[in-house]
């Protein structure tokens, strides 16, 4: 499997291929609003805004698997995210990010890219920077704000510095 093969479904159930994001770079990140992380929406928001036309994709997986810090509906979490922190990214349906039932993207991600507890996601807004022509660039650990991994953004878009 490769993650141009893999997709998610959005907050509406439509599919999200993630071929439609070859020859960009996605940023693909576990979300949730109620985390003392949460503020990181609006940097990942300032990341797309940048960078969205320049053949960055950022995509929001929420997930509900730390704290039940995820209490939003597939319904509210867009509406929620665009209303407290300007999100107009993509975010998806809510996912689970470890265990049995780990979305394909993440465990994909997960096992091209272990970090410091292996494979298992830590905690919220875990990121990885996936290149553009699908392979997996990099982990970033949840404390990881977002305009730290704007230079490894540049470099595989191959943008000055």
Known sequence: MKFH?????A???EPIK???FEGKAVLVVNTATKCGLA??????????QEYKDKGLVVIGFPSNQFM???PETNDTVEETCRVNHGVT?????KVNVNGASTHP?????KDELGGFLGSKIKWNFTKFLVRPNG???KRYAPTTKPDAIESDIKRILKLPA
């Open 18 to 20: 993630m071929s439609d």
């Open 5 to 9: 093969e893999l997709e998610a479904k």
């Open 68 to 70: 039940n810090q995820e």
């Open 105 to 109: 993207v993440f465990a994909y991600l």
């Open 11 to 13: 907050p509406n159930g």
């Open 135 to 137: 392979k997996p660039y």
């Open 89 to 93: 990214f993509q975010l998806t349906a």
């Open 39 to 48: 503020p990181q929406f609006d940097g990942l928001e300032k990341l797309h």
